[in-house]
């Protein structure tokens, strides 16, 4: 388990490798997703392997959770992280952390219907805090945790988006034909 001691040595020294060496914080890291049984995807990156998938209702087979539950988990998650490193970093004791996300959805626009852009209405997060410290050095860690959020920002300020297909051709079935 990562303790304030040790969150805040690493922190430390993540910190000072990238200032001397920013190469070491630039990189390029792939997911990959697979399809099966019509909706359930496959998620891999590196050793890790889990589900994702839609409900019934949608169609799909419920066999983990769909992507807007993962989006708002990502978001959940790497702002939690971020305020348990934070505090450790600024020295602010913390007891207890839990950040709940919540969405406006307006599920026409995954449809098509006009009108409708896909996506969320509206995105919310409630930050809950247990600490004994005062509150201006609560509020510094959660200021500093939220700039620096990338997940955070990738929602406030959108990267650029780039698609690539590549369509393959079932040699099998087309030679049996």
């Known amino acids: 388990m990562a303790d304030p001691k040790t969150l805040k040595e690493t922190f430390e020294r993540v910190k000072k490798l990238l200032t001397i060496k920013p190469e070491k914080g630039q990189y390029t890291t792939t997911t990959s997703?697979?399809?099966?049984?019509?909706?359930?995807?496959?998620?891999?990156?590196?050793?890790?392997k889990f589900t994702a998938d839609v409900g019934k209702t949608e169609g799909g087979n419920d066999t983990g959770p769909g992507p807007s539950v993962l989006q708002r988990g990502a978001l959940g998650s790497c702002l939690a992280i971020?305020?348990?490193?934070?505090?450790?970093y600024l020295d602010v004791p913390?007891?207890?952390?839990?950040?709940e996300v919540e969405a406006d959805v307006d599920a026409r626009g995954t449809y098509g219907i006009d009108g409708v852009k896909p996506g969320y209405k509206g995105l919310r997060y409630r930050v809950h805090?247990?600490?004994?410290?005062?509150?201006?050095?609560?509020?510094?860690?959660?200021?500093?945790?939220?700039?620096?959020?990338?997940?955070?920002m990738d929602f406030t300020e959108p990267v650029p988006v780039e698609r690539e297909v590549k369509i393959v051709k079932n040699e099998k079935a087309r030679s049996e034909k």
């Not at 913390?94 to 950040?99: G, K, R, T």
């Open 33 to 48: 997703v697979r399809v099966r049984d019509g909706t359930t995807c496959d998620v891999e990156h590196k050793y890790w």
């Open 94 to 99: 913390v007891n207890n952390i839990e950040v």
């Open 129 to 152: 805090i247990d600490s004994p410290a005062p509150d201006e050095k609560i509020r510094e860690v959660i200021e500093n945790a939220d700039k620096h959020s990338p997940v955070l």
């Open 82 to 88: 971020g305020y348990a490193k934070w505090a450790a």
